[in-house]
C-alpha cells in the first residue's frame, strides 16, 4: 500500500502516542496553530470555530467531541474545521483538571455532593456502568434480569453533573479562547496578504523587464543593420 507505515507500531506505541505524542506537545501544538492560521474563511469564523471546539472539550461526551464541536459550529456559523482543532484542548494533560472543575461545578449548582471517600470513587462507577452495560446487552439474548443500578450511580453522581457542571468553565474557556485567537488569526491572515500581493508584484515587474528588453537578432547581427535584397 502507498501509504502503509514502514515501521508497524505496537498497541504500547500507540498507547504511549495518545499521551504523548512522538514529536512531543508542543509539536503537536504548532502544527495545529498552523493548520488553523490557514484556514481558508473569515477570522471570526474561525475564532468562532475555535470557542466551539475549546467549549466541546468540557463535555463528558468522550470520543464525540469531534461530533459535538461540529454540530455546535454549524449551528453558530463558525468554521467546523477549526472547531475540530479547538477540541484538542482536551487532551490526556487536561483531562483531569477539566473533569475535577466540570464535576465540582455540576454538584454545586445541583446542591449534592460528590463523596471523595466514597470506597467505589470515579473509576469504580465508570467500571460499574459499562458492566451493566455489558451484562444488559447479554441479557437481552438470555434469561438473565437486566439491572442498571450501576449504569443509573454513574449517571446520577458523575455523568450527569459533569455535563451541566461543564457549561460554565466550557464558556469562559470558550469565550476567552475566541478573543484571544482572533487579533492573532486576523493580524496572520493580514500579513500573508501582505506576502502574496508583493510576490504577484515583484513577479509583474520581471514580466514587464523581460518585455521591454529588445529580442536579439538570430544571425547575430543588430536590428536595423541588414539591408533589404533589393537594395544591393
Known sequence: MVFKRRDRRSPVQIASELVYPRGGWTRAFHYVKH?????????????????????????????????????????????????????FFGNPLTYVPI????????HFLLGTKFRK???????????????????NCIALFTDREADWHGLSRFYDDVFFPYMIGGVIPGLVAGVVCTYLSLPLIRTYQQRRRAKIKAKFEQIKRLAQAEAAVPASNPL????GTRKDSKDV
Open 99 to 106: 473533569g475535577v472543575v466540570s464535576l465540582q461545578t455540576g
Open 117 to 135: 471517600d466514597d470506597t467505589d470513587g470515579l473509576m469504580g462507577k465508570f467500571a460499574d456502568a459499562m458492566g451493566d452495560l455489558k451484562d
Open 35 to 87: 493548520r488553523v492560521r490557514r484556514l481558508p474563511d473569515s477570522p471570526e469564523r474561525i475564532a468562532r470555530g475555535i470557542g466551539v471546539g475549546v467549549f466541546a472539550a468540557f463535555t463528558p461526551f468522550y470520543g464525540l467531541h469531534f461530533l459535538v464541536a461540529a454540530v455546535l459550529a454549524r449551528l453558530l456559523n463558525g468554521n467546523i474545521l477549526a472547531s475540530l482543532s479547538g477540541t
Open 220 to 223: 547575430g547581427s543588430p536590428p
